[in-house]
């Protein structure tokens, strides 16, 4: 009798642990995939912002250090780097803000 008990409860135990496992449907990792795309697309962004402003920078230090301009011509030039910064930082901007990301609208992940 006491291994008859002890039979149903390891197998009510063994069954409770099954339907556990069972409760994690592929929503769960549906969700972690949107997640890690979407970390991918922020890193990405990121990137693209940094290598813009690298160069951006480089590009005004070598103007900065330009002896044949003078300091009028290289506050012009100096303005003209900055403003295609922020043309530049606008454009990845409106690239994530609409979706449009490697050229692809809207990408179903799932």
Request: hydrophobic letters at 35%; one cysteine or more.
């Amino acid at each position: 009798m006491k291994k008859m008990i002890l039979v149903l409860v390891c197998s009510l135990g063994l069954a409770s642990l099954s339907f556990a496992q069972y409760g994690h449907d592929d929503n769960h990792y549906g969700d972690s995939r949107e997640r890690l795309v979407r970390s991918h697309e922020v890193a990405g962004r990121e990137y693209q912002v940094r290598i813009i402003n690298r160069d951006i920078d480089l590009k005004i230090l070598a103007v900065q250090h330009d002896w044949s301009l003078r300091r009028h011509q290289k506050k012009i030039a100096i303005r003209a780097l900055e403003n295609e910064r922020r043309r530049e930082l606008m454009r990845v901007r409106e690239q994530d803000r609409h979706g449009d990301r490697d050229g692809f609208r809207d990408r179903d992940y799932r």
